[in-house]
């Protein structure tokens, strides 16, 4: 399994702000994915992040909005950036366990814009 | 890429009363997966299934693919309090595409 830790775990931010997610894990991940989840609705995955590349990003998610590094194996950000009402949510980062099929997610970051 | 349709979206139900979510897709899937996610808190894997027909049991949860794999269902027997929460089919591989759940709820 793999203990994956985020900050910070929830922050109000002013419009036009930005904001840095930070991500943890316990152990050398080679595939580390950023997901959306809006108010009561499913996951969206953002971006996949691998160390050593740029990350890619899904359809509706640019660079310029979401700028994600991958510095090492165990780590990555997530900016959120010029923020808006509509940005209001949780962002959760996820590792796919090495050796197994299975996804693990942090806690997540609640994120509430004015 | 893969999509994964869920039914139904909401399931309110007694305590004790049985619950079933539905996941389906157009497309045969490789493998399914489900998660749960309390309210709050964040998914947590609870099984996959890879094989055409494929049943798994987990205490009072019951994972079913079905045998073209384009569906796969989750039931809980007897539905207990602690239960409460949104569950997720997921599809895919690296990354994992979601459906967009079914959120049950139990009263007591």
């Known amino acids: 399994s793999a203990v994956i830790s985020q900050k910070p775990s929830r922050d109000i931010c002013q419009r036009g702000t930005s904001l840095t997610i930070q991500c943890q894990v316990d152990?050398?991940?080679?595939?580390m994915f950023w997901y959306r989840q809006q108010p009561g609705q499913s996951l969206t995955l953002i971006a996949t992040?691998?160390?050593?590349?740029?990350?890619?990003?899904e359809s509706g998610f640019v660079i310029d909005k979401f700028p994600i590094s991958r510095p090492n194996l165990t780590f990555s950000t997530l900016t959120v950036s010029n923020m808006s009402p509509e940005d209001s949510s949780i962002y959760l980062c996820?590792?796919?366990?090495?050796?197994?099929?299975?996804?693990?997610f942090g806690p997540g970051t609640r994120l509430t814009v004015l | 890429g893969q999509q994964v349709m869920q039914i139904p979206q909401y399931q309110h139900v007694q305590e004790g009363e049985d619950f079933t979510t539905y996941c389906n897709s157009s497309?045969?899937?490789?493998?399914i997966q489900w998660y749960k996610q309390r309210p709050g808190g964040h998914p947590v894997f609870l099984i996959q299934?890879?094989?055409?027909?494929e049943v798994k049991k987990q205490k009072r949860l019951t994972f079913q693919f079905g045998e073209a794999k384009k569906n796969s269902s989750l039931h809980i027997t007897a539905t207990q309090t602690t239960d409460v929460g949104t569950y997720f089919c997921?599809?895919?591989?690296?990354?994992?595409?979601f459906g967009k759940g079914t959120r049950l709820s139990v009263i007591a």
């Open positions: 996820s590792v796919w366990g090495q050796g197994t099929d299975t996804q693990y």
């Open positions: 152990s050398q991940v080679t595939m």
């Open positions: 992040a691998n160390q050593g590349s740029e990350a890619t990003y």
């Open positions: 497309t045969t899937l490789s493998n």
């Open positions: 299934l890879v094989k055409s027909g």
């Open positions: 997921a599809a895919g591989n690296t990354p994992l595409v």
